[in-house]
Every structure is written in C-alpha cells, then in structure tokens.
C-alpha cells in the first residue's frame, strides 16, 4: 500500500469541508440531505482508514452500522421531504416555518 | 505518498462532491453524490475492506442513491431547477468551507498520525462477522429494531390522508 494515513484524512477534511458549506448556504431540503450524506460518508472514510492502519476490526464494524443508520435517516428524511412538499408545495426551508400538520 | 489510482479517486470523490452540491438539475445532482459514493466505496477497496466497500455500493449507490432520485422525480419541475440561495451566504459558506479545511487539515498535516505505517494484514471480514456477534450483538438488534422502526415510521408519514376516495381503490 502506497497511500498513507494522513492522505485519507485529507480527504475527509475536504469532504467534511464540502458537506458543511452545502448545509450553510443551501436553503434547497434536498441538497442539505446530499451534505448531510457527504458529511456521513468523511466519517465512514475516516473511520475505515484509521481500523485500516492501527489495525483494528472497529473501524469496519463501526462504518457498517453507520451505513445502516444513514439508510434509515435518509428514509425518514426522504419522507419528510415528501411531507413538507405536499403540505407547503416548495422545497425551501425558509418556507416551513411550521412543520405541525 | 499518494499513488495514481488514490489520487483519480479523491478527485473524482471531490469532484462529484462539488457537483451534487452545484450543479443547477436536482437529478444530476444525485446522479454526481452516486459518483461521491461510488468514490467513497473504491476508496473502501484501497483500504483493503471489501466487505465494507460492497456494503457500500449495495446500500449506498443502490438504494439511497435511487430513493433520492426517485424524491426528486416527485418535486415539481420547476422546482428541480430553480436555486435558490443568496450571494453574501454563498460568501460566507466558502470562507467557512476553507477555514474548516485549512484548520483541519493543518492539524492533521502537523499531528503525529503521519507517521502511522502499517505491514500488518488487514481485518478481514471474519474478524468483522465475529465482531458482530459477540462485542457488538446488542447493538446489532438494537439496529434491527431502529431499521425497521424508520421503515414503518417512513410510510407512515408519507401516506396520504387527504384523499378520500382514491380512484385506484375501486
């Protein structure tokens, strides 16, 4: 393996990096549940490299069950999305000031 | 350092990042954040975990990606291309965007984790199986249950009351 530890968490960085811009400026519900995801998706990398290099199973582990988690979010998000949509029939979040139904 | 395959990676991971946040049609968006985590899974595969990198393909690329897509489909179409955000947050956002990294990464440029080499195997999926079923069994029900609870909790919030004679029904 030529690549090392440090090059993967600057990967990481810069995907965290990218994930936090997205959830500042957008105001879009669909892209700030693509941040969020990007910003799933550093952890997982990171968590993945560092059981990669001390090495532990851990890291694997823990990525899984944070795969799985990140489904279920994005399902409930994604419902959610569709919720909002029907009752307020925009996806801008500057719009639900209420979300009761 | 970084060999070529690592670096095609990161930029078509980073790349495809930018994209699904900027590119102006909510469907290439999502079509650019599969690119993000197909990227993320090649990167899994470098890392010598196959397991966790075709766990990702399956899950991620194959089905969070296509339920995205699906949403999408279902907003209106003049939404899917309208942005909306403002110049000055915009600003902000990438001034935020580039402190975040270059503190962050100046960080980890200066801390001891550059010397972390390793010639031992990596984990293989058998210490991963027996991970899950000892250590971790607890936690493995509990997101059984947390699955399964999002599912139900998802179509429930998604189905519809106010139609009261749907006409597929008769």
């Known amino acids: 393996m030529t690549s090392e530890l440090v090059d993967f968490t600057l990967v990481s960085v810069a995907l965290l990096g990218i994930?936090?811009?997205?959830?500042?400026?957008?105001?879009?519900?669909?892209?700030?549940?693509?941040?969020v995801e990007i910003i799933i998706n550093a952890a997982n990398l990171?968590?993945?490299?560092?059981?990669?290099?001390?090495?532990?199973?851990g890291g694997q582990t823990m990525a899984l069950f944070s795969i799985a988690i990140a489904a279920a979010e994005v399902a409930v998000g994604l419902s959610l999305i569709i919720v909002a949509y029907r009752m307020y029939q925009n996806v801008d979040i500057a719009d639900f000031r209420s979300l009761k139904g | 350092?970084?060999?070529?395959?690592f670096l095609a990676l990161a930029v078509i991971t980073i790349g495809s990042a930018i994209a699904a946040l900027e590119l102006r049609s909510l469907i290439y968006g999502s079509i650019a954040l599969m690119g993000t985590l197909g990227g993320i899974a090649g990167f899994f595969f470098l890392l010598d975990a196959p397991f966790v990198a075709l766990f990702?393909?399956?899950v991620y690329v194959g089905s969070i990606a296509v339920l995205?897509?699906?949403?999408?489909?279902?907003v209106k179409r003049e939404l899917i291309f309208k942005k909306i955000?403002?110049?000055?947050?915009?600003?902000?956002?990438i001034g935020l965007m580039l402190v975040i990294m270059v503190s962050l990464g100046a960080v980890f440029l200066d801390s001891g984790i550059k010397t972390?080499?390793?010639?031992?195997?990596?984990?293989?999926f058998r210490d991963i199986g027996i991970d899950f079923v000892t250590y971790y069994?607890?936690?493995?029900i509990l997101m059984g249950l947390l699955l399964a609870g999002s599912v139900t909790g998802a179509l429930v919030l998604a189905k519809r009351e106010d139609v009261e004679n749907d006409q597929r029904a008769s």
Do not use: C
């Open chain 2, 137 to 140: 069994w607890p936690a493995l």
């Open chain 2, 56 to 58: 990702q393909l399956a």
């Open chain 1, 46 to 57: 990171n968590m993945v490299a560092f059981g990669r290099f001390l090495p532990h199973s």
């Open chain 2, 1 to 5: 350092m970084a060999d070529a395959v």
């Open chain 1, 19 to 35: 994930g936090i811009y997205g959830l500042a400026v957008k105001r879009n519900f669909i892209r700030m549940l693509f941040a």
């Open chain 2, 68 to 74: 995205i897509l699906f949403t999408v489909m279902l």
């Open chain 2, 116 to 124: 972390i080499t390793t010639d031992e195997p990596a984990p293989n």
């Open chain 2, 85 to 93: 955000e403002d110049k000055r947050r915009k600003f902000a956002g």
